[in-house]
């Protein structure tokens, strides 16, 4: 087990180090900041003052070097736009995009879950069949698109729910959240589920697919023999074997929803990172795309790690393929 | 592998063999057994709802394809909008009652059937050439790892095990913040979101494929490496990676019209359904729906469609599933 996890979070570690060069090299070599940051206007003396300000002056890997060193300190650059550092900014905002990704979640674990499994219990009824047929189409719908829509019939022609922002929110820890007001949640109640919609459909394709390939098994027919009741044997056996696909997806689907949330955030004006990396991208603040790029692959490589590691305590085959290799 | 000179001798005797075992067979059987195609036919056939999208998905190309010829109008023609005719609703008619739109008018007064038909054609083209691109390319390489294994398998699994971690409209972000706006841009960021796809689904089929008899017969023949990854390799993993294909440009097509909306997509010279949506958006709160409404529908009905009939190729070629 320590081998597995030391060769594990060492491959992580290397994960982000890629990553970074990736997207250091990827924004400052193909786009080139220069013309950006620097006034057109400048002389040539101002000019190349500028560039010794920047640190740009410096052959690129030691520009890569104090970059990362920065970025380990905390510090990856001042943006553009808001003048204040990007990765405060980022944080800021982060709150807020996790709390719409943590209610989504909640919402295609409580949906996901039973349908998935009514329908693979059952495959041969209505009900499964349209549960099938509702979670091709919650693959099928563009977000955005639903997120549009749902505006223009909740908010624009039934005007029970609010269409931007978070509302009243109540501050715990330091930190605003807003499914704890009753403003708040109505505020939260449209992006939530927009963000859901493709984690539900999912959730529920994997738990049909896993309960009807579990049914066939020969400890079921077993513990049929045995004479378990049919509920029994449906939420111990079935439940037991069908969570391990479901706990990994929807660990990684965490993160997923986490870099979805630019979409929906965009649509209901949630102020959250989502919204502001669209922005940032928009305007080209640099540092605020890169911090949030980085912080981004150290959340999903967290995310990928720790799922690794639930996976292989709920399966233990895994880890032993792995320390063979 | 070291070409052979019995190379182009032996293969074609041992086809013409193969095919001459297969004549009387197949004759004799022409009554009871279907041909294979026809065998896919009827099993595809089975599932009226995958009949319905396959001619949902044919009505929709022929729009996209001919666009110019069909529509009521060219919507990016300034001669032939009119201003004045701005968001109308739908049903409404020009000044002189001579053109109905059916669907509308956009701020600028353009036909809505018009511009959803041209914006279909711009979403179909560049998700079927980002899936085709990414297709082959992700063919190639997922072939190459598992045929020859060892370290390049190694290096090549591990890339697309790091590219998969992460959510494709994460990457498409990242490529897109650095890469900018423009059309080549973001069939680039398609291509380098998909092809892991590609390269997991062929390599993992390939897997099982090379284990079989005729590889092993096709190496003891001494053909090239080439050859017995093309003519023989590729033709069995086929199945597969037109099941994911299918599916796959149905989410690039979805893709690109979120990139599109969320403005860091497609620029506003190439106006797809996401960018059409993204224009009706701004008028939703006033609600002039059918802007972003109609787009939406088509682009819905697109994805529908090409996702069902994936869903319906999945079950037909799987051999798990064989009845």
């Known amino acids: 087990m320590w081998a597995y996890l030391t060769r594990r ?69 001042i943006s553009f736009v808001w003048g204040e550092p990007a990765l405060k900014l980022i944080a800021q905002r982060l709150p807020a995009t996790l709390e719409l990704a943590g209610a989504a979640m909640f919402l295609s674990i409580v949906l996901g879950v039973p349908l998935g499994m009514y329908a693979g219990t059952k495959p041969h009824s209505w009900v499964s069949k349209s549960i099938v047929s509702g979670s091709i189409l919650g ?44 403003n708040g949640l109505t505020h939260l109640a449209m992006p939530a589920v927009n963000l859901a919609l493709t984690n539900i459909a999912l959730v529920i394709r994997l ?40 706990v990994t997806v929807l660990g990684l689907e965490l993160g997923s929803l986490i870099a979805f949330s630019v979409v929906t955030e965009t649509v209901f004006a949630w102020p959250g990172m989502g919204k502001l990396i669209i922005e940032s991208i ?44 | ?108 007064g353009r036909d809505m059937v018009s511009a959803i038909f041209y914006g279909l054609r711009i979403s179909l083209a560049v998700g079927a050439l980002s899936g085709i691109i990414a297709l082959v390319l992700g063919a190639i390489v997922g072939l190459t790892a598992a045929y020859f294994g060892g370290r390049i398998e190694a290096a090549i ?25 423009g059309v080549d ?37 001494g053909l090239s490496s080439w050859r017995i990854l093309l003519r023989h390799l590729l033709p069995n993993v086929l199945p597969p990676l037109i099941v994911v294909g299918t599916v796959q440009v149905a989410s690039a097509i979805a893709l690109e019209a979120t990139l599109s909306f969320l403005g860091i997509g497609l620029p506003i010279t190439e106006p797809s359904l996401g960018l059409l949506i993204a224009n009706g958006f701004d008028y939703m709160l006033t609600g002039k729906y059918w802007i972003s409404f109609f787009p939406g529908v088509a682009l819905l009905l697109t994805i529908v469609s090409i996702n069902l009939i994936g869903d319906q190729l999945r079950d037909v070629l799987n051999p798990r599933l064989r009845r």
Not at chain 1, 155 to 169: E, H, K, W
């Open chain 1, 207 to 246: 738990s049909r697919a896993g309960t009807r390939e579990v049914m066939l098994q020969d400890y079921i027919k077993f513990a049929r023999a045995k004479g378990l009741s049919q509920r029994r044997i449906t939420l111990v056996h079935v439940l037991k074997n069908t969570l391990i696909p479901v």
């Open chain 2, 1 to 108: 592998m070291s070409s052979d000179p019995k190379e182009t001798a032996e293969p074609a005797s041992i086809e013409t063999a193969a095919t001459a075992a297969a004549q009387p067979a197949r004759l004799a059987a022409t009554n009871v057994v279907e041909t294979p195609f026809q065998r896919f036919l009827s099993e595809y056939c089975e599932s009226k709802i995958a009949i319905v999208a396959f001619f949902v998905f044919a009505v929709i190309l022929f729009v996209a394809v001919f666009a110019p010829l069909i529509s009521p109008q060219n919507p990016y023609d300034l001669g032939q909008i009119d201003i004045m005719d701005g968001r109308l609703a739908p049903g409404s008619t020009t000044f002189d009652g001579a053109t109905t739109y059916w669907l509308g008018t956009d701020d600028q």
């Open chain 2, 157 to 181: 699994m591990r890339l697309v095990d790091l590219q998969l971690s992460f959510p494709a409209i994460l990457v498409a972000l990242m490529l897109l913040a650095i890469l900018g706006k």
């Open chain 1, 139 to 182: 693959f099928s719908l563009p977000t955005f698109w639903v997120g549009i829509m749902m505006i223009m019939v909740f908010a624009v022609m039934l005007g029970i729910l609010p269409s931007t922002g978070r509302g009243d929110t109540v501050e715990v820890f330091g930190i605003e959240w807003s499914f704890l007001t009753w």
């Open chain 1, 9 to 77: 979070l060492a491959q992580a570690i290397a994960v982000v180090f890629v990553m970074a060069v990736i997207v250091f090299f990827g924004v400052n070599v193909i786009g080139n900041p220069v013309d950006i940051l620097i006034n057109p206007e400048f002389t040539e003396a101002e000019y190349q003052q500028a560039i010794r300000a920047l640190g740009l002056h410096l052959p690129l890997h030691e520009q890569f070097f104090v970059f990362l060193s920065n970025a380990l300190e905390g510090d990856l650059g």
């Open chain 2, 185 to 221: 841009k973001i069939i680039i960021a398609l291509v380098i979101v998909q092809w892991a796809y590609y390269a997991r689904t062929v390599r993992a089929s390939a897997l099982v494929e090379r284990e079989r008899e005729y590889i092993a017969a096709a190496k003891a023949l």
């Open chain 1, 282 to 325: 928009q305007v080209l603040d640099r540092p605020i795309v890169v911090a949030y790029l980085m912080l981004t692959v150290l959340l999903f490589v967290t995310i990928n790690f720790l799922v690794d590691i639930v996976y292989s305590l709920l399966d233990p085959r895994v880890r032993v393929s792995g320390a063979g290799k």
